[in-house]
């Protein structure tokens, strides 16, 4: 039976506290000098090492979260039991099932990925007991990473982590560290947990989960059987009365939901008074409040709010056995496990553009409503899908229903392996299979923009098909009625509403992705130096990766249809690659003195793809006295191109654009204006991008003056180049003197570059009479004759780009972050049977510097948004014989707003309600939460509270996100509980 006393602390030849709160305590290595106490030490390996039984943990600023942490932190997963730790904390590399969605640009629904430092997913190593994962099939962006929430909780043992670069060891990814997770192994008995938890406030966001584990010996072996169900419900930005309403008026879309769309400017006769401009008209019908736009036309707007799912509802279930048993010298162990996840994420209705996707959708002049007079029309002559002449005009609406995804990923993991010892040595071989496959359906909201087009022009089946023309030029159906036009202004009409559901698909989306790995080392006394001995850890590694992410015919997009999907605003990312990779490493661990020890490590790995790499480490610990360790490490690292990276044929996405990032670009295409953007693009991958290369270094010390007192402080850096992303901005700017970056029109399959409306080569020259896409023509020339004559309504060329960029992958920039990493823990015994303990842990980033967009200059990040400079946590508990009850403190320090990305039009309010500072600039607020939490433990049950944000803090206000917090950062979702009972047999 557990004891969730405070006085069940395991101590070794290290001096560690359990932080029942999930503080995760730094392991401060101790050596012990008498032989019991080092003959009752059992031989583990840890992270970070390959030599077996050799207490190298001071040299490395390791982390170790185990069972009571977990068990005791109300995390119901992975992600939110280390979302609360220091090294996961700041930036947006982190990412949960909050931030997924039905688009490109989301994260994948129902995944979640932990990052180190900020780096990004692809930048840390995941393991389980020491040996890889397959990635997920369907990635983050062009990232691949591993899906945790594939990894069943309910079976490890703890979790390490090691912050600092570790390619020397474990080869590819290792550029931010490793997290590996261990799993539990020869239990024996059997535990039930049944856990349920929800928020304080009316809406349900409940949470539940069923946890079973049984060990028992089998012959001369153990086997360990486990079993998980978890449930969650979805929490909606409606489900809190601060989030329901958009925190500014001017974050409007001039896309209405239908039935109320607006008609588009380019179809109005109403003009500005002031400046003759023409005016969009709003819908009569309009639900809610008409906005005054900044052209002073009234229009019926869209906020997103109301269709924001925060955190979408989800549901795994795990099982999984683990056999260990000695068979003569020989240890066989074997661990399997499955995994399956169920989720449905969502994100706002599609637009509703023309067929070439161009703003605002043709309709038929027979629906105008009787509400807009005629006169204020501007009627016009348009091409329908047949090739028909249609006369009517154009509307700005957006589908009444969000786009909506479901996704079901299921994951495999078989690892099995046979060690033993020959001689004085160790060793060890394995064999790994793991593969995870995703399958994605969307639901509702995505429709086919052919069938609408011909719905709207009366050429529509009953069947779902599109007519055809008779000899007469009339559109006629083979099967099925023809329907009259569809009609986005009516009201509640059954049969009107059965001609749009006509036009609605399901398009699909399905990943695999799977690893194969041979594995076999050795480790042990190399010869006797001095009082001690050289110890050594050699080893070979083979493994072969293959990833596969396939959409459905009608969500790709291809040159043959000049890019243009065949559903509206649905991206998909089409890509296929494998990968094979040997690697050979050595490690050495040499007592120098008494008191001074050194780690040398080194790795080779080759790829098959993109050549070969090596990387070395140099670690060294140097103890003065028996109670303090000063610690210090060097090492490189790579990251290999991830296989979408490389194997991506075409993921139809958006890019951003800084105006401010580059100077040309921000006199020539932005008017000298400093705002951002984010265009359509379609995105290549790159067979010939280079790996991403990192060095980091750090240096600290770790003191335990008494067994109830530690303190580390280690300062650490990273020094990461060659990182792989697509750059606009320096795009762009590449364009205005490389001519073969522009095109008018489509880009030409095969060629990369931006795309610029065709009017722009058709009509207007420089003063030599050369078009946009001539060597040498005057791009600001050009761009002034637009003006004049009116086409541009403003002069700046980002106003004549078209659609459908093509932009490739490649090796674009660098990133530089130092920091510091600051721990203690204290016990202080008040009688025999109870203690009061406190604990303090704290990341502080003293630098972090990332390529800027279009430049080769470093951005400082720090400060800026999603960047805290300091995020720390403060526990203080209290334990007595068979019950604990604390608290923690957690805190996220300030950063400033995304005031960049805002339009004009919100600036404009931000600064009317004194939101800005001097400098035009607004900080986000720290946010600080407390959480409690204690347990009661019986002869053969427990019970566990935990209490987050019992305060109830709102998140601080962010007017740069569309959900108007950061949802990375900060949660939103207020005071909410976890109550766990376990029992055990």
Aim: hydrophobic share 35%; proline share 4%.
């Amino acid at each position: 039976m557990k004891n969730i006393s405070k006085f069940s602390h395991r101590r070794s030849f290290i001096c560690s506290a359990v932080l029942l709160a999930l503080t995760p305590t730094q392991l401060l290595a101790q050596e012990q000098n008498t032989d019991e106490e080092t003959q009752n030490v059992e031989v583990i390996n840890i992270t970070g090492s390959h030599i077996r039984g050799v207490d190298l943990e001071g040299s490395q600023p390791l982390l170790s979260i185990d069972a009571a942490d977990i068990a005791n932190s109300g995390a119901s997963s992975i992600a939110e039991l280390l979302k609360t730790v220091g090294a996961t904390r700041g930036g947006d590399g982190s990412f949960t099932t909050s931030e997924s969605g039905g688009l490109s640009t989301s994260t994948p629904g129902g995944q979640a990925s932990v990052s180190l430092r900020g780096m990004g997913p692809s930048s840390t190593l995941t393991l389980i007991n020491g040996r890889r994962v397959a990635a997920s099939s369907f990635a983050f962006g062009t990232q691949n990473f591993v899906d945790v929430n594939s990894i069943p909780l309910a079976a490890i043992e703890r979790i390490e982590i090691l912050p600092t670069g570790a390619s020397a060891t474990y080869g590819a990814d290792a550029v931010a560290g490793v997290i590996n997770y261990i799993l539990k192994k020869d239990y024996e008995g059997a535990e039930l947990d049944v856990s349920y938890g929800n928020s304080l406030a009316s809406s349900d966001e409940g949470k539940a989960s069923v946890n079973l584990i049984y060990g028992t010996k089998v012959g001369e072996g153990n086997l360990t059987l486990f079993a998980d169900f978890y449930k969650r419900e979805d929490f909606r930005a409606t489900d809190r009365d601060y989030l329901a309403e958009p925190n500014l008026t001017s974050r409007y879309s001039y896309l209405p939901k239908l039935p109320y769309p607006n008609i588009y400017y380019n179809s109005s006769n109403v003009q500005d008074p002031d400046t003759g401009d023409y005016l969009e008209i709003a819908n009569p019908n309009c639900q809610t409040e008409l906005v005054t736009t900044e052209f002073n036309e009234e229009i019926c707007a869209y906020y997103g709010n109301g269709d924001d799912v925060l955190r979408p509802e989800f549901e795994s279930m795990s099982a999984g056995a683990l056999f260990s048993i000695d068979i003569g010298d020989i240890t066989w162990n074997t661990d399997l496990f499955f995994s399956s996840t169920t989720s449905q994420s969502q994100s706002s209705p599609a637009p509703i553009n023309d067929l070439d996707d161009g703003e605002g959708a043709w309709v038929n002049y027979t629906v105008l409503p009787d509400a807009i007079p005629s006169a204020d029309i501007y009627y016009q002559y348009y091409d329908t899908v047949l090739g028909r002449e249609g006369d009517g005009f154009k509307i700005d609406a957006r589908f009444s229903d969000p786009r909506t995804i479901d996704v079901d990923t299921t994951a495999i993991r078989l690892v099995s392996s046979l060690s033993g010892d020959f001689g004085d040595w160790f060793w060890e071989t394995g064999v790994t299979y793991s593969r995870s496959e995703s399958e994605q359906v969307a639901t509702q909201g995505i429709y086919n923009r052919y069938k609408f087009s011909a719905a709207t022009a009366g050429e529509l089946c009953s069947t779902g098909q599109l007519a055809s023309l008779d000899s007469n030029g009339e559109p006629v159906c083979t099967s099925g009625d023809l329907l009259p036009y569809f009609n986005p202004f009516l009201i509640g009409d059954a049969d009107n509403d059965a001609i749009l559901a006509l036009a609605q698909e399901r398009p699909t989306r399905d990943g695999e992705s799977t690893l194969f790995g041979l594995d076999a080392k050795i480790s042990g006394e190399l010869f006797e130096f001095g009082d001690d001995y050289v110890r050594a850890a050699f080893g070979v590694e083979y493994r072969q990766e293959e990833i596969t992410d396939v959409p459905s015919v009608n969500a790709r997009a291809n040159f043959e249809n000049d890019y243009i999907v065949d559903v509206y605003g649905f991206g998909s990312s089409l890509s296929s690659a494998d990968r094979t990779q040997f690697g050979a490493f050595a490690e050495f661990f040499i007592p120098l003195a008494e008191d001074l020890e050194l780690q040398l490590a080194g790795r080779y790995d080759d790829y098959d793809d993109f050549g070969d790499t090596f990387n070395p480490k140099v670690a060294i610990s140097y103890r003065p006295i028996d109670s303090l360790v000063i610690r210090g490490s060097w090492a490189t690292s790579f990251r290999a191109p991830s296989l979408t990276q490389a194997g991506v044929e075409l993921r139809t996405t958006t890019a951003r654009f800084d105006c401010a990032g580059n100077q040309q670009v921000s006199d020539v295409y932005c008017d000298g204006l400093s705002y951002e953007s984010s265009p359509n693009v379609l995105e290549l991958g790159n067979p010939n991008l280079k790996a991403e290369e990192s060095e980091s270094m750090s240096v600290g010390f770790a003191f335990s003056p008494t067994d109830s007192f530690n303190v580390s402080v280690d300062y650490w850096h990273f020094d990461h180049e060659n990182l792989v992303d697509t750059d606009l901005t320096q795009m762009m700017a590449d364009a205005l003197t490389d001519s073969s970056l522009r095109h008018c029109g489509v880009v030409p399959q095969g060629e990369v570059g931006l795309s610029f409306e065709t009017y722009m080569c058709d009509y207007y020259t420089d003063d030599n009479g050369l078009i946009l896409t001539d060597e040498g023509a005057n791009i600001e020339q050009i761009v002034m004759a637009a003006y004049d004559f009116g086409d541009l309504r403003y002069p700046e060329l980002a106003e004549a780009l078209y659609r459908d960029h093509v932009i490739q992958l490649t090796n674009v920039g660098t990133q530089k972050l130092e920091g510091l990493d600051i721990k203690a823990d204290y016990t202080l015994d008040l009688s025999a049977d109870s203690e009061l303990y406190f604990a303090f842990d704290a990341t502080h980033y003293l630098g972090f510097e990332r390529t800027k967009a279009g430049s080769s200059d470093l951005e400082e990040l720090v400060g800026t948004y999603r960047y805290p400079e300091t995020v720390a946590s403060a526990t203080i508990e209290y334990a007595q014989d068979n019950w604990f009850v604390g608290a923690t403190l957690f805190h996220t320090g300030e950063y400033e707003d995304d005031i960049e990305g805002l339009r004009g039009r919100n600036l404009d309010e931000l600064e009317a309600l004194g939101e800005l500072d001097a400098d035009g600039g607004r900080q986000v607020d720290a946010w600080n939460t407390v959480r409690i939490n204690g347990g009661l433990n019986f002869e053969n049950y427990q019970l566990r509270l935990t209490i987050n944000n019992i305060t109830d803090e709102e998140p601080p206000t962010i007017y740069g996100s569309s959900r108007g917090f950061d949802s990375i950062n900060h949660d939103a979702l207020g005071t909410h509980y976890n109550l766990t009972f376990s029992y055990f047999f």
